[in-house]
């Protein structure tokens, strides 16, 4: 029988005796919880050379001596490979009331360490550890299982006590739209927030499998119409985290590229609210892909530039060989054309409208500078939408005659 128990190591004593890869795993373990580590063996494998280099561990290099090696110590780990060295270390601890872990004896070590998992969240740590006897084999295994489902975010993570303090706020990048395309930091964070502030292009799947008791503020913005203005999110942001509430802002594609995320972060720390930033697979790239467009390609494009198509256009290289990428530029296409034009755009440049990237009903309208905007009034381009612009659409399947 055993009863699992979580020890605080910070700033405790641990005593390692040996030096190879079992202990150097073990002790990289209680070194990563903060505790005071002392090493005797006399050698060292190479990861325990490095924890020694780094100061990070104290070696004494010599074989174990008996029950004064472990004075002080709050508890033992003894994984010498030497069957009498490990008991003797074992019987030591015994008579001296401290818990040890003799490494290569699992059904008779007093104390054990177990196959663990953690997710770090913004209000704490969650650790998942198996038990199983003497079949430490069977515990990883369980082990493993359990990982997938906590580091998917799967399992039920939100806090059953209150948040104590304010909040905290992160902005999350969803991707181009499927939420298979989501990061597992996305997912995690998902599952432990309170409130979820929610773009028009983030992916909306998930939201239908979070917990009843999660709250959704819909703030989605279409062209021509922002039912919420950026700084009234700015303030539901803030208001929110101030009040204890973990806070996940979801957004399509990367909160950092023509996301607005920038001024969101800026706007919660002013008032002291941590906030984490998670990257999103951005629609600027990842979109032309589902078209079958690399935003550069050796011998067609070095280089790309993403702009948004709500404002006026900066000055842009010109040549089919630097591939332009339109977001939100579909209500101003024709202005947009134009404008490049008279840069000096060649009119036969290709040109890709790509809307709805990754979804099932993903389309996919081809053109040239000259042509695009006629195009896409003919079928009806709507948003979202992603313009490609160079010589890089003639690697797409949609390109004619590809």
């Avoid at 006399?42 to 561990?57: F, K, N, S």
């Avoid at 609210?273 to 589902?290: H, L, N, Y």
Wanted: aromatic fraction near 2%.
């Amino acid at each position: 029988m055993a009863l699992p128990l979580a020890l605080d190591l910070r700033g405790r004593a641990v005593v390692a005796v040996g030096g190879g890869p079992v202990s150097a795993r073990r002790v990289t373990a209680f070194v990563a919880e903060g505790a005071v580590v002392t090493v005797i063996a006399p050698w060292l494998c190479e990861d325990l050379v490095d924890l020694v280099a780094e100061d990070a561990i104290r070696w004494i290099a010599r074989d174990y001596a008996g029950s004064a090696d472990l004075a002080g110590a709050r508890l033992v780990h003894t994984a010498t490979g030497d069957p009498s060295t490990d008991d003797a270390v074992a019987a030591d601890s015994e008579l001296l009331g401290l818990w040890c872990v003799h490494a290569a004896d699992a059904e008779r070590t007093p104390a054990a360490v177990l196959a663990r998992t953690s997710v770090d969240l913004p209000d704490g740590r969650v650790t998942v550890a198996v038990h199983a006897s003497a079949d430490p084999r069977r515990a990883v295994a369980v082990r493993d299982a359990i990982a997938t489902s906590l580091t998917t975010g799967s399992l039920p993570l939100q806090p059953q006590r209150p948040r104590t303090g304010s909040g905290w706020v992160a902005l999350v990048g969803g991707g181009p739209g499927h939420e298979d395309l989501m990061t597992l930091r996305a997912r995690q964070l998902l599952a432990t927030a309170d409130v979820v502030v929610v773009d028009r292009l983030a992916p909306r799947g998930l939201l239908s499998t979070l917990p009843t008791t999660v709250r959704v503020i819909d703030v989605g913005k279409a062209p021509q119409r922002h039912a919420v203005p950026q700084d009234q999110i700015n303030a539901i942001l803030v208001e929110e985290a101030l009040v204890g509430h973990g806070v996940v802002r979801l957004k399509g594609g990367d909160p950092y590229v023509l996301g607005r995320g920038g001024e969101e972060r800026l706007a919660c720390e002013a008032h002291g609210i941590p906030v984490e930033v998670v990257p999103g697979v951005t629609s600027a790239i990842s979109v032309p892909a589902a078209a079958g467009i690399p935003v550069t390609h050796r011998g067609l494009a070095r280089g790309f530039t993403v702009v948004t198509g709500h404002e006026d256009l900066p000055d842009l290289p010109t040549g089919r060989d630097h591939t332009l990428v339109l977001l939100m530029g579909v209500a101003a296409l024709r202005t947009t054309t134009t404008d490049l034009l008279a840069a000096g755009r060649d009119p036969e440049c290709p040109v890709a409208i790509v809307e709805r990237g990754w979804l099932p009903d993903q389309r996919v309208t081809v053109g040239t500078v000259a042509t695009i905007a006629d195009l896409a009034d003919q079928v009806g381009v709507e948003n979202p939408a992603v313009i490609v612009i160079g010589d890089v659409v003639t690697v797409s399947p949609h390109f004619p005659g590809s």
